[in-house]
């Protein structure tokens, strides 16, 4: 089993996940007025969704997952 989605409440979902996507080198999927939506593609037929859905007030309490980039 492997994650799928990464959902990160956004004040501006497109500015947060355009940064992620050009980051990471991920393709867009959604863009609209709920959110932004990024896939990352992993080895082999895996990948890992980045979602940004509009929230208006997100929580700002430290993270429950600290996710380490690189190799």
Not at 35 to 52: I, K
Request: charged share 25%; hydrophobic share 35%.
């Amino acid at each position: 089993m492997y994650w799928e989605n990464i959902v990160f409440d956004a004040e501006s979902p497109k500015q947060q996940g355009e940064f992620w996507e050009t980051l990471l080198k991920c393709q867009m999927l959604t863009d609209n007025a709920d959110g932004y939506e990024t896939r990352l593609q992993l080895a082999g037929p895996r990948y890992l969704d980045l979602c940004f859905p509009a929230v208006r007030n997100p929580d700002r309490a430290q993270q429950r997952v600290h996710l380490i980039l690189g190799s």
